[in-house]
């Protein structure tokens, strides 16, 4: 049943970051959301800090609050032209990671705010803290990815017409009228959302590569973005299961192991090996 | 101002520019309905900045712009804008026909997949127009620069706009693209219709153009292309001194 | 009489340090390289890794060689990927990087998992801990960065012209390439020695932020590569301080998040400078 879970909880990260990474990157950048995974830590270090408990709301409220106020600061930073768009995602992640560092090193040495914890999850530690429903315990981080996974399909079928022309030509789209001020807000807040919720069992660190394997498996030799974004989930759900496969068979770290596997894959398909 | 002339274009005290940097200070221009204009100048003129900032894609400093007296956002569906090639990502999984498409409705107005029966036929009409039909469906990155360049001119046609702002349109093109474009632009000026484009190469202006405005940092000259050799060529040289 | 020595290693060690990653940092911004700095923070980990794990070699000097050798091998993909292959830029970096990182995670959690006494070096890569790497052999690093900091002072008005205007230069210098790729190995070179100081999760940071920081107050190369190893120097330099005064706090972090600050302290001087006109 155990592992049941653990592979439900991995397919459904990775479904979710591969939908996250096909709109996120295109638009935007593939490392903001490296960014976001990284500055939580200044906001899990606060709200520890404040809430003296690793269960506190505080936690979950300080790593948003540091997520968005790092995209402010990118926003910020890059309207100026003697500053790289990629060097202001650098300079604001960093910034808070670093911040986030130096308090729990000063404040959290003691206590088990594992650093590895964060950075790297722990998906077998994560099926335990689980509800009953229906006279079944399940994890209650399955709820939470059914749940992301609604709201982004969701926003995928209403705004589908839109977040095509947008993804394709950003210039032409404002031409049209069409503003993209929306999406984006929205794509902050909720990769913000999510990631902070994930980060107890996928690690900040595995997000990236899992949200840029669609580009290597499907991109070159798709004809509509729909297929796309189909192609991307087959490919990406695939390697994740076989990383799953090779990580419990190993006893190798399940989140390491799976970006390797999506990564790798993704890479040998962009070279042509399959 | 003259009443009956009908300017598709007002521009009056127009600073604009881009990154804190001013590139056009204190420009005024009229353009009249339906002619072939050509925007032509040095680099770093302001042809681009200039043509951006029409459609709002920079934001002006000061000054007005107004298409038939209106401001731009209330006449956007009847302006179509072709943007240069190489800003656009080809790479993107679209085909021709869908990249069309998308000039064929009003999208800001369109919720879910869901698109007007009557698009379809304005996207296969646009395609014709452009001898782009056989690569409907075609991925985009299959194509030519010159292809290329019509795709998105067919894009602009599909929105049966009454303007057309073009920013160079025929740079980089294969003969045929270039037959086909120019035909294009004698079509839109024959419906009445108006076509503006940032032309790179003052050597062809008057093979597809009937106007003209030269540019560099201040309006050089802004009138119908009908003037002798010499009278072109001293505005030439006034213009890319 | 051992404390001053050992403080004069760690002052000595971080002046060095500074000017190669200082000269690293500007060139590194000038060829818009800021996430290919994280990269090869990054795709140390598998070489330094995987060489302790397959020779049980704790010499720090073959561990170098690995993180070098393997984030060589990131950086010649990146390249490989950006030029040939038609995908979104960042995307192809970020595959690369999530591949080697995850790569020498897995063999992390080997070693942990197989209780190898050695883990504490590679915590020390990964976060950084520039006391244990000052008690190291100090006089091969400042050898080292003599001679890498050699490198990039006669290869300046190359490193303008590979910046700048790159085909001109490859018309001018017949071994343009060779420059290249020498200033990419000495830079990553360079990287690797601040690791240990740094810590891989945020040398990326020291990567970008002297650089761009100097850049916005210089107006030649010659300025903000000068105040790029300014900058730097004085980061380690504050570092060392406050970790020595107050021993709970990790250098890693201060050394990273110092020239950042001063960044943002220019931004916003660069504000109000202009909001007055």
């Known amino acids: 049943m155990m592992t049941f879970f653990i592979f439900l909880i991995t397919l459904l990260t990775v479904i979710l970051y591969t939908l996250i990474g096909c709109i996120t990157i295109p638009l935007n950048s593939a490392f903001i959301i490296d960014a976001i995974g990284h500055s939580i830590i200044a906001g899990i270090a606060i709200g520890f800090i404040i809430g003296k408990s690793l269960d506190s709301s505080l936690i979950f409220l300080g790593a948003i609050s540091a997520a968005l106020l790092m995209n402010l600061m990118v926003n910020f930073l890059k309207k100026d032209k003697n500053v790289e768009y990629d060097s202001s995602i650098g300079i604001s992640f960093s910034?808070?990671?670093?911040?986030?560092?130096?308090?729990?090193?000063?404040?959290?040495?003691?206590?088990?705010?594992?650093?590895?914890?964060?950075?790297?999850?722990?998906?077998?530690?994560?099926?335990?803290?689980?509800?009953?429903?229906?006279?079944?315990?399940?994890?209650?981080?399955?709820?939470?990815?059914?749940?992301?996974?609604?709201?982004?399909?969701?926003?995928?079928?209403?705004?589908?017409?839109?977040?095509?022309?947008?993804?394709?030509?950003?210039?032409?789209?404002?031409?049209?009228?069409?503003?993209?001020?929306?999406?984006?807000?929205?794509?902050?807040?909720?990769?913000?959302?999510?990631?902070?919720?994930?980060?107890?069992?996928?690690?900040?660190?595995?997000?990236?590569?899992?949200?840029?394997?669609?580009?290597g498996f499907a991109w070159k030799n798709s004809l509509s973005y729909k297929s796309f974004l189909i192609k991307s989930i087959i490919y990406t759900v695939l390697f994740g299961f076989l990383g799953c496969l090779a990580a419990l068979n190993l006893d190798l770290p399940i989140s390491a192991t799976v970006a390797f596997f999506i990564s790798g894959g993704s890479i040998l398909k962009l070279f042509e090996f399959f | 101002m003259i009443k009956d002339l009908k300017n598709v274009l007002s521009i009056s005290n127009l600073t604009c520019g881009y990154d804190e940097k001013i590139i056009l200070e204190n420009i005024a221009l009229d353009i009249p309905e339906n002619v072939k204009c050509a925007i032509v100048g040095p680099n770093g003129a302001g042809k681009t900045t200039l043509m951006r900032s029409l459609v709002k894609l920079h934001d002006k400093k000061n000054g007005k712009i107004l298409f038939w007296n209106k401001d731009f956002d209330l006449i956007k569906e009847k302006i179509a804008y072709v943007p240069?090639?190489?800003?656009?990502?080809?790479?993107?999984?679209?085909?021709?026909?869908?990249?069309?498409?998308?000039?064929?409705?009003?999208?800001?107005?369109?919720?879910?997949?869901?698109?007007?029966?009557?698009?379809?036929?304005?996207?296969?009409?646009?395609?014709?127009?452009?001898?782009?039909?056989?690569?409907?469906?075609?991925?985009?990155?299959?194509?030519?620069?010159?292809?290329?360049?019509?795709?998105?001119?067919?894009?602009?046609?599909?929105?049966?706009?009454?303007?057309?702002?073009?920013?160079?349109?025929?740079?980089?093109?294969?003969?045929?693209?270039?037959?086909?474009?120019?035909?294009?632009?004698?079509?839109?000026?024959?419906?009445?219709?108006?076509?503006?484009?940032?032309?790179?190469?003052?050597?062809?202006?008057?093979?597809?153009?009937?106007?003209?405005?030269?540019?560099?940092?201040?309006?050089?000259?802004?009138?119908?292309?009908?003037?002798?050799?010499?009278?072109?060529?001293?505005?030439?040289?006034?213009?890319?001194? | 009489m051992l404390i001053y020595y050992f403080l004069f290693n760690l002052i000595a060690i971080s002046i060095f340090l500074g000017i190669i990653l200082g000269f690293v940092s500007s060139y590194a911004v000038v060829r818009k390289w800021s996430l290919l700095g994280d990269i090869i923070s990054h795709a140390a980990l598998p070489g330094i890794v995987y060489i302790f794990l397959l020779f049980k070699n704790q010499n720090i000097f073959v561990m170098l060689l690995g993180g070098a050798l393997s984030s060589l091998l990131?950086?010649?993909?990146?390249?490989?990927?950006?030029?040939y292959k038609s995908i979104p830029k960042d995307s192809a970096f970020a595959l690369i990087l999530s591949l080697f990182f995850s790569f020498g995670i897995i063999g992390m959690t080997i070693i942990q998992k197989k209780g190898i006494v050695g883990q504490s070096i590679?915590?020390?890569?990964?976060?950084?801990?520039?006391?244990?790497?000052?008690?190291?052999?100090?006089?091969?690093?400042?050898?080292?960065?003599?001679?890498?900091?050699?490198?990039?002072?006669?290869?300046?008005?190359?490193?303008?012209?590979?910046?700048?205007?790159?085909?001109?230069?490859?018309?001018?210098y017949k071994n343009i390439n060779f420059w290249e790729f020498l200033l990419l190995f000495v830079s990553i070179i360079s990287i690797i020695i601040g690791l240990q100081a740094v810590g891989i999760l945020l040398m990326g940071a020291l990567i970008i932020a002297p650089g761009s920081a100097a850049r916005l107050i210089s107006n030649s190369y010659f300025k903000m590569t000068l105040y790029s190893i300014l900058i730097t120097v004085f980061s380690f330099l504050i570092g060392i301080f406050i970790s020595l005064k107050y021993s709970n706090i990790p250098t890693g972090p201060v050394i990273a998040l110092t020239p950042i600050i001063i960044f943002l302290i220019i931004k916003f001087f660069r504000k109000i400078k202009f909001k007055n006109l």
Not at chain 1, 101 to 124: C, P, Q, T
Not at chain 1, 138 to 158: E, N, Q, R, T, W
């Open chain 2, 84 to 241: 240069q090639r190489k800003l656009v990502d080809w790479s993107f999984p679209i085909t021709v026909h869908e990249v069309v498409k998308m000039g064929a409705y009003d999208i800001s107005k369109s919720w879910f997949s869901k698109i007007p029966y009557e698009a379809e036929v304005k996207t296969i009409d646009a395609l014709n127009k452009m001898n782009l039909y056989n690569y409907s469906k075609s991925h985009i990155n299959d194509l030519s620069g010159g292809q290329q360049q019509r795709v998105f001119i067919a894009r602009a046609l599909a929105q049966n706009a009454d303007l057309y702002l073009m920013d160079e349109p025929l740079t980089g093109l294969d003969r045929t693209s270039e037959k086909i474009i120019s035909q294009i632009f004698n079509d839109i000026k024959e419906s009445g219709k108006t076509v503006i484009a940032v032309h790179h190469d003052w050597k062809t202006v008057k093979e597809y153009f009937d106007w003209i405005v030269l540019i560099n940092k201040n309006v050089i000259y802004n009138g119908p292309l009908n003037l002798s050799e010499n009278e072109l060529k001293n505005l030439l040289e006034k213009t890319f001194e």
């Open chain 3, 74 to 83: 990131s950086t010649i993909f990146s390249f490989y990927i950006q030029r």
């Open chain 1, 95 to 215: 910034f808070f990671f670093a911040i986030g560092i130096l308090l729990i090193s000063i404040y959290a040495r003691n206590v088990h705010l594992d650093l590895d914890m964060i950075l790297l999850g722990n998906i077998e530690f994560a099926i335990y803290d689980s509800i009953k429903f229906f006279n079944i315990m399940i994890p209650k981080c399955i709820f939470m990815l059914i749940f992301g996974l609604i709201v982004l399909l969701s926003f995928l079928y209403i705004y589908w017409n839109k977040i095509n022309v947008i993804l394709f030509d950003k210039e032409y789209s404002k031409t049209r009228g069409i503003s993209f001020f929306g999406l984006n807000l929205f794509l902050i807040i909720y990769n913000s959302f999510i990631v902070v919720s994930s980060f107890n069992f996928i690690g900040a660190l595995i997000l990236t590569g899992i949200a840029a394997a669609p580009f």
């Open chain 3, 122 to 172: 590679i915590n020390n890569f990964i976060y950084g801990n520039i006391v244990s790497f000052a008690s190291g052999n100090v006089y091969f690093y400042i050898f080292f960065s003599l001679i890498i900091s050699l490198l990039f002072y006669i290869s300046f008005q190359i490193q303008k012209c590979i910046a700048f205007d790159k085909v001109f230069s490859t018309v001018r």
